[in-house]
């Protein structure tokens, strides 16, 4: 319970999130405030998309959707990209992710890009992607 007194304002956050059942393609990681894709986007190391990922980014268009999520789309690019496109190929990922789910009905207020650069030391020298759920 929540008291307030007469002439208190006072905001109350609630996030309800889904929980990961078994079998399901796309969930939520309630630690980390993050969508996991079952499987992940496959991203060449010029930065295309392959056709399974466009599958993957469907099925993620609905489930933000249902869910009434709004979502940061970080991108990092492989550490072996030369350094100078480091930055400027992950904004470029992040932002065709973006403009497909937005071409599959994501609203353009719930969803947003972000190129971080290289991917950190001592992870796969691969173009990582995370979907961060914002907070309203």
């Not at 990922?93 to 190129?115: C, E, T």
């Amino acid at each position: 319970f929540l008291n307030v007194s007469a002439g208190q304002k006072t905001t109350l956050s609630v996030v309800l999130r889904k929980k990961k059942t078994e079998g399901e393609e796309i969930y939520i990681d309630e630690v980390n405030g993050e969508i996991i894709l079952k499987k992940k986007l496959e991203i060449d190391k010029k930065g295309n998309l392959d056709s399974s990922s466009y599958i993957q980014l469907i099925k993620l268009a609905k489930f933000i959707e249902e869910n009434n999520l709004k979502v940061l789309v970080l991108v990092y690019s492989p550490r072996s990209v030369d350094k100078r496109e480091q930055y400027r190929m992950s904004t470029e990922v992040a932002q065709k992710i973006v403009q497909f789910l937005i071409s599959r009905g994501v609203r353009r207020d719930k969803i947003f890009p972000k190129g971080m650069g290289p991917v950190p030391e001592g992870e796969p020298d691969l173009f990582k992607v995370i979907f961060k759920i914002l907070e309203d």
